[in-house]
Antibody, heavy 119, light 109 residues
Framework: EVQLVESGGGLVQPGGSLRLSCAAS????????MHWVRQAPGKGLVWVSR????????SYADSVKGRFTISRDNAKNTLYLQMNSLRAEDTAVYYC????????????WGQGTLVTVSS | SYVLTQPPSVSVAPGQTARITCGGN??????VHWYQQKPGQAPVLVVY???DRPSGIPERFSGSNSGNTATLTISRVEAGDEADYYC????????????FGTGTKVTVL
């Protein structure tokens, strides 16, 4: 059974940092591109970042470029999102999602982890 | 950047048909995916590549895509279909254009 379990969310002050993790199981993690998608309270889904299967290529939404870093450890079957210089507008539930193997959809999602940026 | 527009809400009686639109410039040339999200839960893929269904998704969920509008159709609506629905595409004009629609709240009357 495919499982994605996020952790690392919490309350952080503006300007602070946080690292999210997403532990994957039930599939060959190293074969899939992985993404982070976020959802502010009461709002819609917004793509944040993606990483290819071996970690050699990454991409970011303009709103987080230069502040967030996506990475992965295929030996540990874990995806990460390092978030620096956090702002109030980064407050959201952060989901990790597995990209479909042959098209641009997301076939599995984690349960999400809440990040709250507030003083 | 590419924009996908959905109606904020759709209301439908049980047993009837709900149609949710997703508008975008020449969206018919792109692959459209649809997700269902219930309160407090992660999204679930219900239709991919315009009209294909993942295993486990009822045949009541179907999709189409042409011109500037993609449509998710839910036939014989049930109370359990009440949720938010999002369309999504990848805009090939930019590497980071993974775009979600604005979302539609489906209410079962």
């Amino acid at each position: 059974e495919v499982q994605l379990v996020e952790s690392g969310g919490g309350l952080v002050q503006p300007g602070g940092s946080l690292r999210l993790s997403c532990a994957a199981s039930g599939f060959t993690f190293s074969s899939y591109w992985m993404h982070w998608v976020r959802q502010a309270p009461g709002k819609g889904l917004v793509w944040v970042s993606r990483i290819n299967s071996d970690g050699s290529s990454t991409s970011y939404a303009d709103s987080v470029k230069g502040r967030f870093t996506i990475s992965r450890d295929n030996a540990k079957n874990t995806l990460y999102l390092q978030m620096n210089s956090l702002r109030a507008e980064d407050t959201a539930v952060y989901y990790c999602a597995r990209r479909c193997s042959s098209t641009s959809c997301y076939d599995y999602w984690g349960q999400g982890t809440l990040v709250t940026v507030s003083s | 950047s590419y924009v996908l527009t959905q109606p904020p809400s759709v209301s439908v009686a049980p047993g009837q048909t709900a149609r949710i639109t997703c508008g975008g410039n020449n969206i018919g040339s792109k692959s459209v995916h649809w997700y269902q999200q219930k309160p407090g839960q992660a999204p679930v893929l219900v239709v991919y590549d315009d009209s294909d269904r993942p295993s486990g998704i009822p045949e009541r969920f179907s999709g189409s895509n042409s011109g500037n509008t993609a449509t998710l159709t839910i036939s014989r609506v049930e109370a359990g279909d009440e949720a938010d629905y999002y369309c999504q595409v990848w805009d090939s004009s930019s590497d980071h254009n993974y775009v979600f629609g604005t979302g539609t709240k489906v209410t079962v009357l």
